[in-house]
């Protein structure tokens, strides 16, 4: 196996590309005849990925996921903007000029992968996946594009469990890894959170209406994604044109019902809950990354991760009204981290 990607492979369908168009976009589908066996116990039969590379292959190379909502799509070079467009591209934080970028819609969220819309069955019966699920569906993808190993993975949100898990399953395929905001389980008090938006994902569903469930679930999740500084803030009594926190919550919430599947929701949301890593099966060289106002993965969760961690590891808290979206949010100070990871010595 060599250890950087054929253009044949990287292409769609496999079909062969021009060897100059190297540092190109490109979107493709790898469809998997062998069954991928759950960490539910179940199969998925003919499941596909949908995956975007950035940059020139014969560099290394860096996986980025980020939240249940964050596909493929993470930088463009033209049209729509990325979700995390502001820290990739020539001379950003992940300088397409020095690496090269992979990144894949998560098995059951929206996109081009194999999901609870695009399944053969019912979308209620689609299987229950595991950010252990996602790890190995990410090292099949590896095997198919012929990649050794990875220069890093930069992982965000539920990317960041998805990476701790990678790490723990794969260390020989991983030089290293970045992850921000998530920890080795999931916090309880975020847990009844995520189990009170099922509910009203279900109730939606029972109604006939799941787009009302979507979007009053994402209004709730709004809630616990940012913190009260944040909302105080924005919403502080300045006068009688102040803005609404309810104005603010329903345009989030319509917006995400706009583009995400129920079924979808429910099965990330709940892949959330059943997370589970080992911390001290992780050898693998890990920069942390936290937020002193996130309340979905506290700091004590990371500063217990570290401690269990067997490999070495860095741990930064950083101060930021955002909450759990800081790491979206905070522009500046993550660029710096992403840039600083990236560019060190394994």
């Not at 990371?302 to 930021?320: E, P, Q, T, V, Y």
Request: with cysteine; charged share 20%; aromatic share 10%.
């Amino acid at each position: 196996m060599s250890a950087v990607p054929s253009l044949a492979a990287i292409t769609p369908f496999g079909r062969a590309a021009d060897a100059n168009q190297g540092s190109q976009l490109r979107d493709g589908t790898v469809r998997f005849e062998a069954p991928l066996k759950l960490a539910c116990g179940r199969m998925l039969n003919d499941w596909s990925l949908a995956y975007r590379l950035v940059g020139d292959v014969r560099k290394p190379l860096v996986l980025v996921m980020g939240g249940i909502s964050a596909g493929r799509q993470f930088w463009s070079e033209q049209g729509p903007e990325g979700w995390w467009q502001c820290q990739f591209g020539p001379g950003h934080a992940g300088d397409t000029d020095r690496f090269s970028f992979l990144a894949f819609d998560f098995l059951g969220g929206e996109g081009g992968s194999t999901n609870p819309a695009s399944w053969f069955g019912r979308p209620a019966d689609f299987p229950a996946i595991d950010t252990a699920d996602q790890a190995n569906a990410a090292r099949l993808l590896l095997d198919h594009l012929e990649i050794d190993c990875l220069h890093s993975i930069v992982g965000a949100s539920y990317g960041g469990m998805v990476a701790l898990q990678f790490a723990a399953r794969f260390p020989r395929r991983l030089r290293k890894a970045l992850v921000l905001c998530a920890g080795h389980h999931p916090s309880p008090l975020a847990t009844g959170w995520r189990h009170v938006q099922r509910q009203v994902l279900e109730f939606g569903i029972s109604r006939g209406s799941p787009e009302a469930g979507v979007r009053i679930a994402r209004s709730l999740a709004m809630c616990t994604y940012r913190s009260e500084r944040e909302f105080q803030r924005r919403f502080a009594p300045t006068g009688p044109h102040q803005a609404s926190p309810a104005a603010y919550l329903d345009h989030c919430g319509a917006a995400f019902a706009d583009r995400f599947n129920v079924y979808s929701y429910l099965c990330l949301s709940q892949s959330i809950d059943d997370h589970r890593v080992d911390p001290s099966a992780i050898t693998t060289a890990l920069d942390l990354v936290g937020f002193t106002t996130d309340q979905v993965v506290p700091p004590t969760q990371l500063i217990a991760l570290r401690g269990k961690l067997a490999g070495d590891n860095s741990l930064k808290l950083l101060d930021s009204p955002f909450g759990h979206d800081a790491f979206l949010k905070e522009r500046g100070a993550v660029s710096s981290i992403i840039r600083k990871h990236l560019e060190a010595q394994a």
